[in-house]
């Protein structure tokens, strides 16, 4: 262990602990470039994620001191647990960029293994953001780190994250489409109305490839069901975090039910910043570009409401062609991948 190690502190990183995270969001904000782009950390964002995990995840925050910075936070550690997985994620490891390549990170990722193994996981995996062929360059730093403490490149599709600059290119300048007969849309802010709960709880969660049963429907649209639907769980998280959203629904009319719908979300600290998250349609009512339709119309809705927004990023996992598609289509640009590592938690050296 080198000098840079022997000096080290670890301690839990609590939401009440104001001198800690403001320590923290520091750090972020210092490390801000590493993603030359991205939008830049929200102070409100981070610390509601303190206290508000993702639906059936727990997390473990963590940061580390250094005793010759004036014991100053110089790194952080996020685990996240989803529930009844053998996996732990590593969400964030961070090291100060004047502090990287002297086992600080190493130190990290042996905690997260400590972690991991303490809450009965098998697994480490993590998200590295990686060149695409011909786009931006990237740091390699964190493949190499990845690769050196004995993870792999997972098999599942990589991640093609995107950005939309509306300074460039106007999606809505030849208007939103005419909605196909037999549909109509709606619209909704963060929270979602009762009506819809248990249907995009069920949208998001099977993406769109559920049956529906109108009976079992039914029993799902008693008010306990739609108080715990993952729309409900997610809420709390998005609200916590001090987020918005706007979405737009599709109804199929003969039905009534919602046969789709899209999500874009923006923090509070960035107002030209905006996240495109969830579109879905129903397959039984695919095939009438009801996907298209529904980005268009919901960038119309957060517009009104947002008009500072310049910049929207998304992303798709690399098989998702056809989304990809509609979102080249409404002049998104992929900028890099999101390669998804793994490594054994007993195979790692947590020194």
């Known amino acids: 262990m080198n000098d840079s190690t022997q000096g080290l502190r670890f301690s839990p990183l609590a939401a009440d602990d104001e001198t800690t995270v403001r320590q923290w969001l520091t750090l972020l904000d210092d490390a801000a470039g590493d993603v030359p782009g991205a939008a830049p950390p929200c102070a409100a964002d981070m610390t509601g994620s303190l206290r508000f995990p993702p639906p059936a995840t727990k997390l473990e925050d963590w940061v580390v001191r ?28 961070l090291v100060h960029p004047e502090l990287r390549r002297r086992g600080i990170g190493r130190a990290l990722h042996g905690r997260a293994a400590e972690l991991a193994a303490g809450h009965g996981r098998s697994v480490l995996s993590g998200t590295v953001v990686e060149a695409l062929p011909g786009g931006p360059v990237r740091d390699t730093a964190p493949a190499a780190f990845a690769a050196a403490v004995g993870a792999r490149r997972a098999a599942a599709p990589a991640g093609v994250h995107q950005w939309l600059d509306l300074g460039v290119h106007d999606p809505l300048a030849p208007g939103v489409p005419d909605v196909p007969p037999g549909y109509s849309l709606v619209t909704w802010g963060t929270i979602t109305p009762d009506e ?8 998001e969660q099977s993406l769109g490839d559920e049956s529906f049963d109108e009976e079992q429907d039914d029993a799902r649209g008693e008010d ?10 997610f809420e709390t998280m998005r609200v916590g975090r001090g987020r918005k959203a706007y979405h737009t629904g599709v109804l199929h009319e003969a039905s009534g039910q919602l046969a789709g719908y899209t999500s874009v979300s923006k923090t509070t600290g960035n107002p030209g910043y905006a996240l ?18 529904l980005k268009l119309a919901n960038l119309e809705y957060v517009l009104r409401h947002e008009p500072a927004v310049r910049l929207i990023e998304t992303a798709n996992a690399e098989d998702n062609t056809a989304m990809i598609a509609v979102n080249a289509a409404l002049g998104f640009t992929p900028t890099d991948r999101w390669t998804t590592w793994t490594g054994l938690v007993g195979a790692i050296d947590p020194r």
């Open 66 to 93: 250094h005793e010759g910075r004036g014991d100053r936070v110089v790194g952080a550690l996020r685990l996240a647990l989803p529930d009844g997985a053998d996996v732990a994620r590593v969400d964030q490891l």
């Open 196 to 203: 819809y709960a248990v249907r995009v709880s069920v949208l």
């Open 224 to 233: 306990q069901e739609v108080g715990t639907s993952y729309a409900r769980e």
């Open 276 to 293: 495109q998250g969830m579109t879905v349609v129903h397959r039984a009512h695919r095939g009438h570009r009801l996907g298209t339709l």
